[in-house]
């Protein structure tokens, strides 16, 4: 049981300071800076065969990973921008292991993916570079517990999220000698 939660979970769980201090926040930026050319870098040279090869016994796929990671990372830049433009919104969930067993998280071209998290991550690195300590504040409500995530712990989650993704890919990578 401990092995799968290591497969599962490689860096452990996302664990927010209670104090998120300005160089957590710039450190978790950086994180989502250079995701993008990080992911594309351990990928490029992956064949079909690799690509289609499960993270763990019952997980997602490489392909699957990286087009998840896509779409997730496609929600938190509109909950980054409801939260700055609204009171506390609401914000909907989405079923992620559902997206992920559609046709273009199984079979897609990852360059896809790859391309869309380029841009999608300059554009949130953008903005995120420029909030105040006040926008920082600003939170949106998950509907899973009815949670207040502020814009900072967004931040830290999903550079959390990059990472523990990141790591699913390269322990399989190291794992299988590629």
């Given amino acids: 049981m401990e092995e799968l939660e290591k497969l599962k979970y490689p860096i452990g769980h996302f664990k927010c300071p209670e104090n998120i201090t300005n160089d957590n926040v710039l450190n978790w930026i950086e994180v989502l800076e250079t995701l993008p050319k990080r992911l594309s870098d351990l990928v490029e040279n992956f064949s079909d065969s690799q690509l ?5 016994e019952g997980g997602w ?3 699957q990973v990286v087009h998840h990671m896509a779409d997730s990372h496609h929600h938190s830049y509109t909950r980054f921008k409801w939260a700055l433009t609204e009171n506390r919104p609401l914000i909907k969930v989405y079923q ?3 997206w992920s067993n559609l ?5 897609a071209p990852i360059d896809l993916s790859l391309s869309y998290l380029t841009a999608l991550h300059a554009k949130l690195v953008y903005l995120l570079k420029r909030l105040t300590p006040e926008d920082l504040e600003n939170s949106y409500i998950h509907p899973d517990g009815n949670v207040n ?3 900072a712990e967004n931040i830290g989650k999903y550079a959390w999220h990059s990472n523990h993704h990141f790591a699913h890919i390269k322990t399989l990578a190291d ?3 590629w």
């Fill in 103 to 107: 046709i273009d998280a199984k079979s």
């Fill in 96 to 98: 992620e292991k559902e």
């Fill in 149 to 151: 995530v502020s814009v």
């Fill in 175 to 177: 794992r299988e000698g």
């Fill in 61 to 63: 796929t490489v392909r």
């Fill in 52 to 56: 289609n090869t499960p993270y763990r």
